[in-house]
C-alpha cells in the first residue's frame, strides 16, 4: 500500500485534456465524456491517471462521476478531486456545490458528510432501468439523495 500523505502530496489534479483522453480510458471510466454540460478533474500520480470527477456548469454546479482506482482509495485521492472541484466551482462565481450520492452506499455518504456535504431535503430520486451512458447501456436500481455543500466566498 501506498503512503496516504506522499501519494496526496505527489498528485497533480487538471482539467482533462483532448489529448489525454485515449491515456485516461484505458484506466478510468469517462461515463460524462462529451456530455457538454462540464469538464473532468483528472488525479495524476507519476503521469498515471488514478481518479477523476465530473464538474457540470449547472446552477448550481453538480459534482458528479467520481472515481478512484482501487489500489489509491484511501490515500485522500478523493478529497484531493472534490478540493479541485470546489476551487473551481468556486472559480467559476458558485456559491455551492450540489451531488447525489446513493441511499444504500454508507461509505460514499460518510466521505461526503466527512467534507462537509449535507442532505438538501429534495426528495429521494427512485432510478431503475436501463440507461445508456458513453461507455454503454447500464441496469441501475437506486435511490439517490441530493446532498449539498456551501462554498465560501473566495474573497
Known sequence: MLD???????LQIRTL????????????????LYQGDG????????????GHAYLTRTDPPQLQDVEVLASFRRQG???RLVAAVETEARA????????????RDLDVQRL??????VDVGVAPLEVRGVITIRTGPIEVNDTLLTWEKA???AG
Open 17 to 32: 485534456e483532448e489529448s489525454e483522453v485515449d491515456t485516461v480510458s484505458r484506466h478510468l471510466g469517462l461515463a460524462r
Open 112 to 117: 461526503y458528510r466527512s467534507l462537509g456535504f
Open 39 to 50: 469538464a473532468y478533474l483528472v488525479a495524476w500520480y507519476q503521469e498515471r491517471p488514478v
Open 4 to 10: 496516504n500523505v506522499s501519494t496526496a502530496a505527489h
Open 92 to 103: 467559476r462565481g458558485a456559491r455551492s456545490l450540489r451531488l447525489s450520492v446513493s441511499a
Open 151 to 153: 462554498l465560501l466566498d
Open 77 to 79: 485521492v478523493a478529497h
